[in-house]
């Protein structure tokens, strides 16, 4: 998928782009070494600190609004199947034909809603927005009218108002929580998060490496990481 291939395009970006800042930065830090000795280095595990503490902070906030958005569109999930069925058994309280012809209605309307997540789909990335098939959609929401208009047609019938009294209710909660769905797929963070994450990250990339110039000798991992040979 495009969205798929373009988070691995960024995700590779910006561990070379890494890699590269790192060692940029080792070597603009044994030059400056070279030329001012180690006493200019005085205020640099402050500025470390800190730059690495708000990085920190801004990637924890990111996280963890992301955890509670995950969890809104379970919760999403879990009101929609409760609300379809509920929706069931008030249907059947038309009775006869008509609750049957209603109850397979709303299966219909059910299995398409299953059908629309279960499609693969991409994600807009101008618009934001999850990119769910249009014919999935517009069938979905043709079976919504068809299975409002049946019951609203059911109500004029003496017989059938204390039915109508629970069942439309009932209904119209189920394609409430639907909307919201909707709504809660296009709720991200602000453009502006992504940039400074990727930002802050390339900058503290830059930054260790400078600071790895203060050691004499370095481990595998970190001469790895700064592309130097053992």
Same mark, same amino acid.
């Given at each position: 998928?495009? *969205?798929?291939?373009?988070?691995?395009?960024?995700?590779?970006?910006?561990?070379?782009?890494?890699?590269?800042?790192?060692?940029?930065?080792?070597?603009?830090?044994?030059?400056?070494?070279?030329?001012?000795?180690?006493?200019?280095?005085?205020?640099?595990?402050?500025?470390?600190?800190?730059?690495?503490?708000?990085?920190?902070?801004?990637?924890?906030?990111?996280?963890?609004?992301?955890?509670?958005?995950?969890?809104?569109?379970?919760?999403?999930?879990?009101?929609?199947?409760?609300?379809?069925?509920?929706?069931?058994?008030?249907?059947?309280? *038309?009775?006869?034909?008509?609750?049957?012809?209603?109850?397979?209605?709303?299966?219909?309307?059910?299995?398409?809603?299953?059908?629309?997540?279960?499609?693969?789909?991409? *994600?807009?990335?101008?618009?934001?927005?999850?990119?769910?098939?249009?014919?999935?959609?517009?069938?979905?929401?043709?079976?919504?009218?068809?299975?409002?208009?049946?019951?609203?047609?059911?109500?004029?019938?003496?017989?059938?108002?204390?039915?109508?009294?629970?069942?439309?209710?009932?209904?119209?909660?189920?394609?409430?929580?639907?909307?919201?769905?909707?709504?809660?797929?296009?709720?991200?963070?602000?453009?502006?998060?992504?940039?400074?994450?990727?930002? *802050?990250?390339?900058?503290? /990339?830059?930054?260790?490496?400078?600071?790895?110039?203060?050691?004499?000798?370095? /481990?595998?991992?970190?001469?790895?990481? /700064?592309?130097?040979?053992?």
């Amino acid at each position: 998928m495009i *969205f798929m291939s373009f988070a691995v395009a960024i995700a590779a970006v910006f561990f070379v782009g890494s890699l590269i800042l790192l060692r940029l930065g080792q070597y603009l830090g044994l030059r400056y070494r070279k030329r001012n000795g180690t006493e200019g280095t005085g205020g640099l595990a402050t500025v470390e600190a800190a730059i690495f503490g708000l990085m920190g902070l801004l990637l924890a906030f990111t996280i963890a609004g992301a955890l509670q958005r995950f969890d809104d569109r379970r919760q999403l999930v879990i009101q929609e199947a409760t609300a379809a069925t509920t929706a069931y058994d008030r249907l059947a309280l *038309f009775g006869g034909d008509d609750g049957s012809r209603l109850q397979s209605s709303l299966k219909e309307y059910v299995h398409a809603r299953v059908d629309l997540y279960r499609m693969a789909h991409d *994600f807009l990335l101008l618009q934001r927005a999850e990119d769910f098939s249009d014919q999935q959609e517009k069938k979905g929401l043709e079976l919504k009218n068809q299975l409002w208009d049946a019951a609203v047609a059911s109500c004029p019938q003496p017989n059938y108002r204390p039915a109508c009294a629970l069942s439309l209710p009932a209904l119209n909660s189920l394609f409430e929580v639907a909307r919201q769905r909707a709504g809660a797929a296009e709720k991200h963070p602000p453009q502006i998060i992504y940039f400074m994450l990727f930002g *802050f990250g390339l900058g503290c /990339s830059l930054l260790a490496g400078f600071g790895m110039a203060a050691s004499a000798g370095h /481990s595998w991992i970190h001469t790895w990481c /700064s592309l130097q040979e053992p």
